[in-house]
Every structure is written in C-alpha cells, then in structure tokens.
C-alpha cells in the first residue's frame, strides 16, 4: 500500500476515487476533440466551397450540445476535486463563449495534477483506469527491508 492510499495521509484519494477522476478526465479531453473537430472540419469545408459558408446550424446546435455535456463532466470534475462551489462556478462558467475553453483545461490541469499526485502516470489524452491499478507502492521495494 502506498502513502498515498494510507487513510491517515492527508489528501488520501482512494483508487475508486482516482478511477472516477481519470474516466471523467478522458471525456472532457473527448468532447475537447469532439469540438476541434467539428470547427476544423467546418473551416475545411467553407475553404472548399470557395469561401462561401455552409449552413450554421448543425455546427452551432452541436457545438451547443457538445459544451452541455463538456460543461457536466466539468461539473463532476471539479466536485470530484474541489467540491460543490468550485463544481458550480465551473460548470456555470463554461457556458460562457470563449471562457470556456479556459474552463475546460484549468479543470484537465488540476485533474492531472492530482492524478500526478497520487502516482498515476498520465499521458496526452489522460489516465488508462490500468495505470491507477498498476502505480508503484512504497513497498515494493524487495531489497528495502529485513
């Protein structure tokens, strides 16, 4: 067992915790994607359709939903890590055009930061629920002891 899933350790999270915090991690780096996506892909269809710009609807109605759902795991993120305030400040904020993109990496930041925190490696597109089983422990060391 590791420091860091000892009880009395302050900021002790334990492994369901970590788990929920790398699942909702990896959807809101998907709907991030989700995003990019869609606005690069209705950049490269104005350019070629000779300037002229297709409909904005679909995008902006999808755009719409994917900052609704972007906005809920924000929600669950940040009550997972800061509590209900911070979870209601951020959700609220990523509402706001522009805003929320800020919103969504502060909250990916602190999500990696505390994963980072309690030994879970995490790579571009997040933490694999694998790697928060598989973390070094403090006592794995053979040669440490009697």
Known sequence: MAAWDDPDWPGARSADGLKRIARYQR???????AQLALWL????LTLLN???APGIDFPGVLTL?????GGVFVFLLAWELRGAFAAVVFGLATLVPCIGLIVLTLVN???????????VKVGVFGAGLADIDSRESLYDDEDAGW
């Not at 959807?27 to 994607?33: E, G, K, P, S």
């Not at 892909?41 to 490269?44: D, L, N, T, Y």
């Not at 939903?65 to 759902?69: D, R, W």
């Open 65 to 69: 939903i994917l900052g609704g759902v």
């Open 109 to 119: 930041g602190y999500a990696s930061t505390e994963l980072r925190k309690h030994g």
């Open 50 to 52: 000779s300037g002229r």
């Open 27 to 33: 959807w809101l780096i998907a709907v991030v994607l």
């Open 41 to 44: 892909g209705f950049i490269a």
